[in-house]
């Protein structure tokens, strides 16, 4: 399996041009604030009609809804955070974001998806750090490809500034 084409953005993820994005999610799939508020502000409250309908999920696993008013084919919502049954917060962590990583990128595959864009999942009300989520990431995406699975061709990582940015692109130079 060949690598695919790794971009890094600093930008809006809700106009990116790919054929989905990817939600960063907590298990319960509310679309509150952050990457979630931008992408429900911009698609339109159906999307998270359709996501809480399929939760809630574990912390690191990925579902998929329509895309609302939004010009792409799907959202994929990849919870790398979460919340306990008491409401506690459940952080993100470097394996949350990684299985959360790797969970976007099947069901991209199972939906035919050639191209996909990422937020820096974890790095919000998730509070991790932002190498050490693009490190998580980036080595999901390369063992994904090196265990022989499919992936979009195209993966675009949109962040918000030149900090997020940098500690994307050293974590793929790495």
């Known amino acids: 399996m060949t690598q ?56 690191g696993e990925a579902v998929v809804t329509s895309a609302g008013r939004l010009p792409y084919r799907a959202v994929i919502h990849a919870a790398a955070m979460g919340y306990a049954d008491d409401g506690s917060l459940i952080p993100a962590t470097a394996e949350h974001v990684y299985a959360a990583t790797r969970a976007a990128l099947t069901r991209c595959v199972e939906r035919g998806l050639r191209s996909v864009a990422f937020p820096a999942l974890g790095t919000g009300v998730g509070g991790l750090d932002l190498a050490t989520c693009a490190q998580a990431m980036v080595r999901a995406v390369h063992d994904h490809a090196a265990s022989g699975a499919d992936l979009p061709q195209r993966i675009v990582f949109v962040v918000r500034n030149e900090e997020a940015a940098e500690a994307f692109r050293q974590a793929v130079a790495s």
């Open 4 to 59: 695919p084409t790794i971009e890094i953005q600093i930008g809006d993820i809700t106009t990116v041009d790919t054929e989905a994005i990817v939600n960063a999610a907590n298990n319960r799939l509310w679309m509150g604030s952050g990457v979630a508020g931008a992408i429900k502000r911009a698609g339109g409250e159906e999307i998270e009609r359709e996501a809480v309908a399929q939760g809630p999920i574990r912390v």
